[in-house]
Structure formats: structure tokens, C-alpha cells
């Protein structure tokens, strides 16, 4: 069982900034897709970023130039840095990992989430 812990969320005005971790409980160095995806309220989830085991990322365009996603493989790590923060920021976010660990059946795992709130 892979488990990912998601901290670093809050409440932030305008222009400010947060960073996100992602914790997993198992070596992420031989994970190959990593990143993050938000819900907001009524929305569906949509996928802000994502990074490769080899450093090739993907980011929605709402959010490029602004977030950038890393990894440190030594701490089992993930991180989405969030810079000028808008309200449209607003949303649940979730870090995914994907892989077929221990044997089993290829498939996504996912974080259980954490808050991010952009208000004046």
C-alpha cells in the first residue's frame, strides 16, 4: 500500500505565496508519474502539474509561469510552489503517484488532500 501525505496548505492573499509537499511512504525514485491535481467547489478535478522521473513537466496553462513542481527523491518528496496567488486559486489539491508497486495491479494513488484558500 502506497500512502501520500499533502501538507503546506492555508489561507493566503492576493499575489502571495504557498508551497506544497507531498510525502510518500515508499522510494519515489523509481516513480515515474508524480504531480498535482485541484477541485474546486462544483468542479471537477483538473491537473495543475506533473513531473517525470527524467524532469519533463506538464502544467495547465492557468498556472504556468506562476507554479512549479520538483521533487526530492532523498526525502520521498514532492513540492508544488505556488507564486502570485490569485482567488481562481482557490481549491482543493491532491498529489498523485503512479505506479504498480509490490506486485500489484498498475494503478493512480492518491493524496487525501489539503486547502488552499486565496482571499483578501
Known amino acids: 500500500q502506497v500512502q501520500l501525505v499533502e501538507s503546506g496548505g492555508g489561507v493566503v492573499q492576493p499575489g502571495g505565496s504557498l508551497r506544497l509537499s507531498c510525502t510518500v511512504s515508499?522510494?519515489?525514485?523509481?516513480?515515474?508519474?508524480m504531480g498535482w491535481y485541484r477541485q474546486a467547489p462544483g468542479e471537477a478535478r483538473k491537473l495543475v502539474a506533473a513531473?517525470?522521473?527524467?524532469?519533463?513537466?506538464n502544467y495547465a496553462d492557468s498556472v504556468k509561469g506562476r507554479f512549479t513542481v520538483s521533487r526530492d527523491n532523498a526525502k520521498n518528496t514532492l513540492y508544488l510552489q505556488m507564486n502570485r496567488l490569485q482567488p481562481e486559486d482557490t481549491a482543493a489539491y491532491y498529489c498523485?503517484?503512479?505506479?504498480?508497486?509490490?506486485?500489484?495491479?498498475?494503478?493512480?494513488?492518491w493524496g487525501q488532500g489539503t486547502q488552499v484558500t486565496v482571499s483578501s
Open positions: 498523485y503517484a503512479e505506479g504498480a508497486f509490490s506486485g500489484a495491479t498498475y494503478r493512480r494513488y
Open positions: 515508499r522510494s519515489i525514485i523509481d516513480i515515474n508519474a
Open positions: 513531473l517525470s522521473s527524467s524532469g519533463n513537466t
